[in-house]
């Protein structure tokens, strides 16, 4: 299996050692001086990590596609392609079994008023982003993609792109032979999205999202003769994020209102049946999930935020999944700043000890001016007593 070529884990200068020394893994911030916002990670076939979102400069709305590359040379920017008109964000990237990344978002006119959406999908073939074309789908406005996945094999991949129509209902594009079109949906009462899609190694496709007036919310999927309705849960719940662990046992991720506020939940199916997963907290208080991912082995992480601001991880154990602690924050901002937010939207699994987690805080400066801070957040082992130190990469 292949594993991230810088390695993420100082662990790996352990291996001489008779015995495991004392400490815990921990997730470590890498801190960037570059002002984006980063929604999706993902590796490469050169074995490097690949992160993509926007880029909104102070004062201004409208914001520019931008992707980094984690390299030798650390974080690096791979220049993306902007729209012809509007301001862009990406919201998901994955690589098919060709090699190829694929990322996808929306444009809007202005970010001071995103309510005229269309999609936008862009492709990483032979080192250069291109943006798709997706004329002949008839008409898009109001369509916002939210999630991606690919499937089939090198000589013959497949991209899913799953979101949903602010006229509509969830809807699904898929990439097949050169060509973009809409999969066939079944049918939904009442006002339903779809956020997150993957595949699995059964072959299996299965997208999540809401259904608003009734519980459980949207769960299809796709076994080869086209998307169907599956059972839900008897839970109020949005689902945010969907992976398949080694097996192809799906497992969901999504938040359900508590209080007055939203709990993240995890549920996975067995026996037909979705079942909870239960959750070991390390602090108490309001989490909420926005995506989950798995290697192959089914070594899994689920990510999100707190309504306090700051990242929410959770990850597979022997002993169950586990609430896995950050090291303090470390980050120096100017008096005048305020920093808020800190939520982690993509995660990318490569083993046991490697994982690299993606997301995005809100700057905002004294004249009301605001910008993008990235967040990124990778793996370690932390021996016991020693003091947090967190790593600092360009750009």
């Not at 390695?7 to 050692?17: K, P, Q, R, S």
């Not at 999630?147 to 898929?174: N, Q």
């Not at 769960?219 to 969907?242: F, S």
């Amino acid at each position: 299996m292949k594993k991230i070529s810088l390695a993420l884990f100082v662990l790996l200068a352990l291996t001489g050692c008779s015995e495991k020394p004392a400490g815990s893994l921990v997730w470590k911030q890498d801190h960037m001086t570059i002002k984006t916002a980063l929604s999706g990670v993902t590796l490469l076939p050169s074995n490097e990590l690949i992160a993509t979102g926007h880029q909104l400069q102070e004062f201004s709305l409208v914001a520019r596609p931008l992707s980094l590359v984690f390299g030798p040379s650390g974080w690096t920017e791979l220049p993306m392609p902007s729209p012809p008109s509007g301001s862009a964000a990406l919201y998901g990237v994955a690589v098919d079994p060709s090699g190829r990344a694929w990322t996808v978002g929306r444009t809007v006119a202005s970010e001071a008023e995103p309510f005229d959406p269309s999609p936008l999908i862009y492709r990483l073939d032979g080192g250069a982003w291109s943006q798709e074309s997706l004329a002949g789908l008839g008409s898009l406005t109001g369509l916002t993609l939210t999630g991606v996945a690919t499937g089939g094999s090198p000589s013959a991949p497949e991209v899913r792109a799953v979101g949903d129509s602010a006229f509509s209902a969830g809807k699904v594009l898929r990439w097949i032979n050169g060509s973009w079109q809409f999969m066939a949906l079944p049918a939904r009462s009442g006002i339903w999205t779809l956020r997150a899609v993957t595949h699995s190694v059964d072959g299996n496709w299965y997208a999540v999202g809401a259904q608003s007036g009734q519980p459980g919310g949207t769960i299809l999927v796709d076994r080869g003769q086209g998307w169907i309705a599956m059972d839900t849960p008897p839970m109020e719940v949005e689902w945010t994020g969907v992976a398949c662990d080694g097996r192809g046992v799906p497992y969901i991720a999504g938040n359900i209102p508590q209080n007055g506020e939203t709990q993240g939940v995890l549920c996975r199916l067995r026996h037909g049946i979705w079942e909870d997963v239960p959750i070991t907290r390390r602090k108490s208080g309001e989490a909420h999930f926005y995506f989950i991912a798995f290697d192959g082995e089914g070594n899994g992480w689920a990510v999100g935020g707190r309504a306090t601001g700051g990242p929410f991880l959770v990850g597979s154990t022997p002993n169950g999944w586990t609430e896995t602690p950050l090291e303090a924050e470390a980050e120096a901002h100017p008096d005048n700043e305020q920093v808020s937010g800190g939520d982690l939207t993509g995660v990318l699994v490569d083993g046991e000890l490697n994982a690299v987690s993606v997301g995005s805080a809100l700057e905002t400066g004294p004249e009301g001016e605001s910008e993008y801070q990235p967040r990124v957040f990778r793996l370690g082992f932390r021996r016991a007593g020693e003091i947090d130190a967190p790593s600092r990469l360009s750009p």
